[in-house]
């Protein structure tokens, strides 16, 4: 049996990515910070509070996966907040707050559960096109960006065989951030991609699913762009 961790799992887009995760091969273990919505037919999976802003709960949640002994097979995060404020909006603590569950909340959590990590393990963090392209939230952008430079500063820490990669999706069908916009600037996404097509949700998981998969065992350090070509680099 394999064991699954999911940082934000209770996100829009976790849902669909716990559904791939879930089969009778797999322990998955899924965090949520506020909403603890337990899909039903969910039976390998479970919900633990996390809050990435907080070092206790860092701790808390590392102790018990600690005290467990569990070997964790992969580490998908999908924890991230968008506040959409250009700097001067920002207070210094949301600076802090964005940069912490973006960021050095989820590099605590792995330096603490880094002795857990199996061999030939996979390890992916959501990136976004903002990290490359910059945006109109400069922190948010930071935030991503660094997530980058992380995963190819942290393989030598790593356990041999595993890897650590990152995602950089541009704006997800019907996910939060896309709901929290006005139609037009959806629209105006929309129109930045040559198929016309948002990135789907469910499609997302089931590359994220097949991205944590051995075949997969030569991408280390990378970034893949999910944008639809709206950034080319
Ligand atoms: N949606 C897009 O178009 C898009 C594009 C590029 C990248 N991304 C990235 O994809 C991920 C999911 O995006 P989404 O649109 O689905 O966002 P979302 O629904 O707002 O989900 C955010 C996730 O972060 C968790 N979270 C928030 N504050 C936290 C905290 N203090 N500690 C721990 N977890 C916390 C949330 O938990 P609760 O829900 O339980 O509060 C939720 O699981 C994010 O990392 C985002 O940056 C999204």
């Known amino acids: 049996m394999k064991t699954i961790i999911i940082l934000g799992g209770s996100s829009s887009i976790g849902k669909s990515i716990c559904t791939e995760f879930n089969t009778q091969d797999n322990r998955v273990i899924s965090t949520y910070f506020s909403k603890n919505e337990l ?24 102790k018990k996966l600690v005290s467990e002994k569990v070997s964790i097979d992969v580490l998908v995060s999908l924890a991230g907040i968008l506040p959409g404020k250009n700097l001067s909006e920002y207070s210094f603590e949301e600076i802090d707050e964005v940069l912490s569950v973006n960021f050095s909340g989820q590099a605590k959590l792995i330096r603490n559960i880094l002795p857990l990590l199996a061999n030939k393990s996979k390890l992916l963090l959501l990136s976004s096109i903002s990290a490359q392209k910059g945006s109109y939230d400069p922190i948010y952008s930071a935030s991503k960006g660094a997530i980058l430079s992380f995963i190819k500063s942290i393989l030598p820490n790593i356990p041999e065989g595993s890897t650590i990669n990152a995602i950089a999706p541009g704006l997800i069908q019907d996910s939060t951030m896309f709901k929290d ?3 037009d600037r959806q629209e105006l996404h929309k129109k930045q991609i040559f198929s ?33 070509g709206q950034y080319l680099r």
């Open 39 to 62: 899909l039903k037919n969910h039976k390998n999976t479970e919900s633990i509070y996390l809050n990435l802003n907080d070092n206790e709960s860092i701790i808390d949640f590392s």
């Open 196 to 228: 016309g097509n948002l990135l789907d949700k469910d499609d997302l998981a089931k590359i994220i699913f097949d991205l944590c998969q051995d075949h997969w065992g030569h991408l280390n350090g990378a970034c893949i762009d999910l944008n639809g």
């Open 181 to 183: 916009m006005t139609k």
